[in-house]
């Protein structure tokens, strides 16, 4: 893994970015088999499996994201899924559902960590998706391999501008990604169960007057000016 590092001039950062861009020269889209050779690379159409299955099982599980929603704001599942829609970044979406779940799940402890683990797990594959789909792929110089991925980001740092970090596209990574299909395909089984205890809980809270989280706001409610 390597991340090319710019030297940047004093100044805005627009004004560093574009002086930096003058000095980088992007690597071509074709690796030489030389440098593909010493590197376990893997057929594209593997490569392009792993992936798919990646984002289908990410794209699934965060959609399940409006059900447990829907549960905590204690409403319809049309509403849930405008909430969903109008929050146009998954960080955004888990963020939202964390929030929810310490303000409705603060009298059942249990619940609420397992809900905060399976928001970390879902936080932990939208890391690995993002290191695929926002990525530049090089490929060998016969087109058939793709022998590593640059990360489409730039990263100002103490003054420094890196950009392109580099990954292999080996049979380590394609395993990596199975792994977390199959960690993304347990975390659907778990949620759905979870979701019915969630449920459980937040009626039966309801039905006993205790389904407002009056104490988000401090010792008082009151807002007025």
Known sequence: MSVRKIPIPEGNFLTRLDNAATQYRFRADIMPMSECNERQTVPVAEVYRAIGALCCAFSNNESVLTLLIEKL?????????????????????????RRLARARLRRAPCLLRQTEKLLSGLEKATRMRNETLHAMFVYDEKGKDIVETQAMRIDERRGDVSYGKSRPMDRDRIASIDREVEHLTEWNRIMWIHLASVSNFVSGNASMGGNEPTDIMGESNDVSS
């Open 73 to 97: 704001m204690i409403t319809d599942r049309t509403s849930a899924i405008l909430v969903f829609g109008t929050l146009n970044t998954t960080r955004a979406r888990i963020d939202l559902t």
